[in-house]
């Protein structure tokens, strides 16, 4: 018994797997042999680990920073109210081992930087890209440039999502291959993209695109055709659309050079949360501002959004807020609030230039509600 | 002479060439570009000419996760 590659209960396990025509018991062992790294322990990657635990991938990294938010569980499957306030990838380990006792998790409770990722070093078969911003994303794409290392990136807006595998070219290898990085596709970021946060997302939509992430890692690691690579994938889950875009490499980028240093590995700054400027409010200073006779309080976010929930003040949409300025007074100072304080900054910067007085609720109803839960105060 | 921009008709103007048709039609800010589903880098866009027919899609990248 003891010179086989499994256990007795691994056998059972992964019956459904190794019965599986093409998969196989071969398949399987890579798997149990196999090291992934995945980046981020959110939306995305609640699916794709869970899947990869289940599946018996023998090693997993787990690198995220954050803590769980009540706002994740929406879609975060892998948490529970439990959870809340306590590291993602802590609590994600926690759930993964319960699944599947039989692998091994690194927890790194770590932000992916430059130096993490030069820590870490190249021992993965796999790196999967479950992040939430782009600057992150970049230094995947070098890391895995750099370390000649398969990734697996997805992304999700809304209520549509992107996911490609791209698979570093060997340049010694006279095959003429040249497969695109996520630079080649992508060589600017937005200034101004919106993330989960602001933009929302429908819940099954890192469900969807988690899966499709987890279904190529687990046929590229157990030796299947993996027909993503060098592709983009588009899927629209509104209206049920899928597209692949077949890739090739950008004359010029960063992928062509001969050595990837990555001590210097850059991308454009985009930052998630709302700029802090001068005028702009802690949810404890704007609990006293608003409290002042010479401040009015404006909700700037949609009808549907003030029905729904809101703190009062008056609302006023942002997209009306220009044509309805002369409601307002131009003595008070105007505290505006959305939902995560960028629409307000919006709102805040119009009024400052139509002459009024303006502050910004930081991080808006969703820290508020945050700070005021922390403090027991909802 | 029309194209599909994103699953749209969208007719071209005696101006065949990609840059000069996304200057006019793709708006500001960082996209990916594919005619046909086959993705055409940043740097092609000046000698890349699109036919009638094409399929064109402009892709905006996304960060969420």
């Known amino acids: 018994m003891s010179d086989t590659i499994f256990s007795a209960n691994e056998w059972l396990r992964y019956s459904r797997h190794i019965q599986l025509s093409s998969f196989g018991a071969d398949g399987q062992i890579k798997l149990k042999q196999s090291r992934v790294l995945m980046i981020g322990s959110g939306g995305l990657g609640a699916p794709v680990s869970l899947y990869l635990a289940a599946a018996g991938v023998g090693h997993i990294t787990l690198v995220d920073d954050d803590d769980v938010d009540l706002s994740n569980l929406q879609r975060q499957i892998i948490f529970s109210v439990e959870d809340i306030g306590k590291s993602k990838v802590f609590s994600a380990k926690k759930r993964l081992l319960g699944l599947n006792p039989e692998i091994e998790i690194d927890a790194i409770n770590q932000y992916f930087s430059i130096e993490l990722a030069l820590k870490l070093g190249d021992n993965f078969d796999l790196v999967i890209d479950c992040t939430d911003n782009f600057s992150t994303r970049y230094l995947i794409n070098d890391y895995c440039l750099k370390n000649r290392l398969p990734w697996i990136y997805a992304s999700i807006h809304q209520y549509s999502g992107q996911c490609a595998l791209f698979v570093p070219t060997n340049k010694h290898a006279d095959n003429n291959e040249s497969n695109a990085c996520f630079r080649c596709v992508f060589p600017d970021a937005p200034e101004d993209a919106q993330d989960c946060n602001s933009a929302g997302v429908i819940g099954v939509l890192p469900g969807m695109l988690g899966l499709f992430q987890a279904n190529e890692a687990l046929k590229l690691l157990s030796g299947l055709p993996t027909p993503l690579k060098n592709h983009l994938m588009l899927f629209d889950a509104k209206h049920l659309t899928l597209q692949k875009i077949t890739l090739k490499a950008s004359t010029g980028c960063l992928c062509q050079k001969a050595t990837i240093n990555l001590e210097q590995s850059t991308a454009p700054q985009v930052t998630c949360a709302s700029t802090t400027a001068d005028n702009s409010l802690t949810p404890d200073r704007f609990n006293l501002r608003r409290d002042d006779d010479n401040t009015a309080v404006i909700d700037v976010r949609s009808i549907s959004e003030h029905q729904g929930f809101h703190i009062g003040g008056t609302h006023i949409p942002l997209d009306q807020l220009g044509e309805r300025a002369d409601e307002l007074s131009p003595t008070v100072t105007h505290l505006c609030y959305c939902q995560s304080g960028k629409r307000s900054e919006k709102a805040v910067k119009l009024l400052l230039e139509k002459g009024f007085k303006a502050e910004n609720l930081d991080g808006g109803l969703a820290n508020w509600l945050k700070h005021a839960k922390d403090n027991n105060q909802i | ?65």
């Open chain 2, 1 to 65: 002479m029309n194209v599909l921009l994103n699953a749209q008709s969208t007719p071209i103007d005696s101006e065949r060439v990609l840059q000069k048709f996304l200057d006019k039609h793709a708006g500001n800010g960082p996209f990916a570009v594919a005619i046909n589903e086959q993705f055409i880098p940043k740097t092609d866009y000046t000698n890349t000419l699109l036919n009638d027919g094409d399929r064109i899609d402009v892709v905006s990248p996304m960060q969420g996760g």
